[in-house]
């Protein structure tokens, strides 16, 4: 069962407890009333996900939605079995130093877990060729550029590509500015032609400041004139952005990139 310790506070956070994270995390974006996109924004879930909960939280009565807004019933019959855990959390997810942490377990469990990665410095390993798959011909290295960035802290890049030219086989982080992100994690389970590429630092830090690379990607072509992969605004609902150690957003312009290396 994956789980992850916050390194500030000891709080073990799993797939059992997940569900009444989830709850905790809506029930407190929609103490205002708020439309589903904002939500998407405001928890992080992915769009399955947030939906199967807004079902479960409307049906309870604890969620109503009107004209297009969720916002707080009058009833709040959420099953309560968790009810200590999701109270600590609400509590430690004040604080700035857990955010992060808990962001990266909300990436890693939305969706398939063994499709992501969460450790010091992790290297995923190549992925197999797939039975009936077409023959990978070629291979390409890219690499996920920052230039003149400040404080950065928090990162999440969302990569469109084309799948039935491009296979994604491995994904590495790199040093930025002689520093790697010690929370790091890649998937392409988002959906077909996404990668979602992330890094964090842990604790109460400044960001790092500078220009580098924040991970590496090899892709295995299976034909030589394919579309290049890009960096993507959003896709799927997953964006790319980037935020200071005050987890304030960075604007981009022209800081990400991806860059051909061989």
């Known amino acids: ?96 130093r857990l955010r992060t942490t808990v962001w990266m377990l909300m990436l890693m469990t939305s969706f398939s877990v063994s499709g992501y990665a969460l450790a010091m410095y992790f290297a995923s390993p190549p992925q197999q060729q797939v039975h009936n798959e077409p023959v990978i011909i070629g291979y390409s290295t890219m690499a996920v550029e920052i230039a003149n960035v400040n404080d950065l802290y928090v990162w999440q890049v969302a990569i469109s590509f084309n799948a039935t030219e491009l296979k994604v086989l491995q994904v590495t982080p790199s040093n930025f500015v002689g520093l790697g992100y010690p929370l790091f994690c890649n998937s392409t389970d988002t959906g077909e032609g996404l990668l979602l590429v992330a890094g964090s630092l842990i604790g109460d830090s400044a960001g790092q400041s500078g220009s580098g690379t924040l991970a590496t990607i090899v892709f295995g072509f299976f034909t030589s004139n394919y579309k290049a992969p890009m960096i993507v605004p959003e896709q799927m609902g997953f964006e790319t952005f980037l935020e200071d150690s005050e987890l304030a957003n960075i604007p981009i312009g022209t800081k990400l990139s991806l860059e051909v290396i061989n």
């Open 1 to 96: 069962m994956p789980e992850v310790t916050c390194p500030n506070c000891g709080l073990t956070i799993n797939l059992e407890n997940r569900r009444e994270i989830d709850y905790d995390l809506i029930m407190g974006a929609t103490k205002k009333s708020a439309t589903f996109t904002e939500l998407l924004h405001a928890t992080k879930l992915s769009r399955k996900t947030l939906s199967l909960r807004l079902k479960d939280l409307c049906r309870k009565g604890a969620i109503v939605k009107s004209d297009g807004f969720y916002k707080l019933g009058n009833s709040l019959q959420v099953e309560n079995h968790g009810s200590n855990f999701s109270r600590g959390f609400s509590r430690a997810f004040r604080d700035r």
